[in-house]
Every structure is written in structure tokens, then in C-alpha cells.
């Protein structure tokens, strides 16, 4: 697999979590990079990409709680998540974009990771 997402788990609306997107065979730093989530019963969506040059970009439903940011250095994307809702449970995916700009098709990205849950409790 060559992204590993994971710092998912259960936590208490209003905690804040940072989920990690390890890119093992440091290919993406080129690439944009995105993050997907899923929560049951429903299509997988858009939450958030940045650029090569780490512009980001938000979907509407996240912007002000969600922080997107790459470490080069370290070939890895994270994803801060502050004031949790229970509706921000889901799975989350992260994925290569198949350009240098950020997008938010799902059909625009390539090698998605496994995911990371997570859960808010109320």
C-alpha cells in the first residue's frame, strides 16, 4: 500500500483530531494530495486537497474547522480536525491526485489509501 492514512479513533464532539497520510514510497510530492471521508450508507466526499506548492482547498461543509497541510520532508499530509460533530464520523481516505493542483473529484485521484475511522461520540 503505498498510503497509509491513520491517526483515527473514537472521540467527544468537540475534541479536535489530525489524521496523517504517509506516502511509504515518497512518490506524491509532485502530485496533489486529497482527503476523502465516508460515512456509512453514503457516497464518499470530498473534505480536502492541497497542491504541490501546499495550496489548499476545502470543501464548503469544512471550511473554518478543517486544516489541511504536507510536510515534504517528511512525505506526509495531515489532516486537523477541530470542534468534532457527530457527523464528522466517517471513514477517512486519503488519495494521490493525479495532478499537481488540488481537485475534489473523486475520479481525479489515484492511489487511495486504506482509511482511517473516525468517531464522534455525542
Known amino acids: 500500500v503505498q498510503l497509509q492514512a491513520s491517526g483515527g479513533g473514537l472521540v467527544q464532539a468537540g475534541d479536535s483530531l489530525t489524521l496523517s497520510c504517509a506516502d511509504t514510497?515518497?512518490?506524491?510530492?509532485?502530485?496533489?494530495v486529497g482527503w476523502f471521508r465516508q460515512a456509512p450508507g453514503k457516497e464518499r466526499e470530498f473534505v480536502a486537497s492541497?497542491?504541490?506548492?501546499?495550496?489548499?482547498y476545502y470543501a464548503d461543509s469544512v471550511k473554518g474547522r478543517f486544516t489541511i497541510r504536507r510536510d515534504v520532508r517528511k512525505s506526509t499530509v495531515y489532516l486537523q480536525i477541530n470542534s468534532l460533530k457527530p457527523e464528522d464520523t466517517a471513514v477517512y481516505y486519503c488519495a494521490k491526485a493525479r495532478s499537481s493542483y488540488a481537485a475534489n473529484g473523486v475520479s481525479e485521484y489515484t492511489s487511495w489509501g486504506r482509511g482511517t475511522l473516525v468517531t464522534v461520540s455525542s
Open positions: 492541497i497542491s504541490w506548492k501546499s495550496d489548499p
Open positions: 514510497r515518497r512518490t506524491f510530492s509532485n502530485n496533489a
